[in-house]
């Protein structure tokens, strides 16, 4: 069983930078595949970034974002940069110990969601 909980949004300007936070309890949290995802009003909810033995990215995100963790302190970061209006979203913490990690329902755990508000 693991448990999250994001941090860290807020509003920002176009061109800014941001970080998320997401903690996480569990004795299995190292072994687990850590995903942010995106929901924005009226969109589906969407794959940003995960993190495993390796990184992967959304393509719209590769390059400006970087997913890391650390496993001593049970703790996964999302480091947003050169942040744009379309990035407006709910952004959600996710572990899992599946293998599509670009897949919502391939994750069991959940945080409640962290609002990132781009503004133009």
């Known amino acids: 069983q693991v448990q999250v909980a994001e941090s860290g949004g807020g509003l920002v300007r176009a061109g800014d930078s941001l970080r998320l936070s997401c903690a996480a309890s569990?004795?299995?949290?190292?072994?687990?595949?850590m995903g942010w995802f995106r929901q924005a009003p009226g969109k589906e909810r969407e794959f940003v970034a995960a993190?495993?033995?390796?990184?992967y990215y959304a393509g719209s995100v590769k390059g400006r974002f970087t997913v890391s963790r650390d496993n001593a302190k049970n703790t996964m970061y999302l480091q947003m940069n050169s942040l744009k209006p379309e990035d407006t979203a709910v952004y959600y913490c996710?572990?899992?110990?599946?293998?599509?990690?670009?897949?919502?329902?391939?994750?069991?755990?959940w945080g409640q969601g962290t609002q990132v508000t781009v503004s133009s």
């Open positions: 993190i495993s033995d390796s990184t």
């Open positions: 996710a572990a899992g110990y599946g293998t599509l990690y670009y897949a919502w329902h391939d994750y069991s755990f």
């Open positions: 569990g004795r299995t949290f190292s072994s687990a595949t």
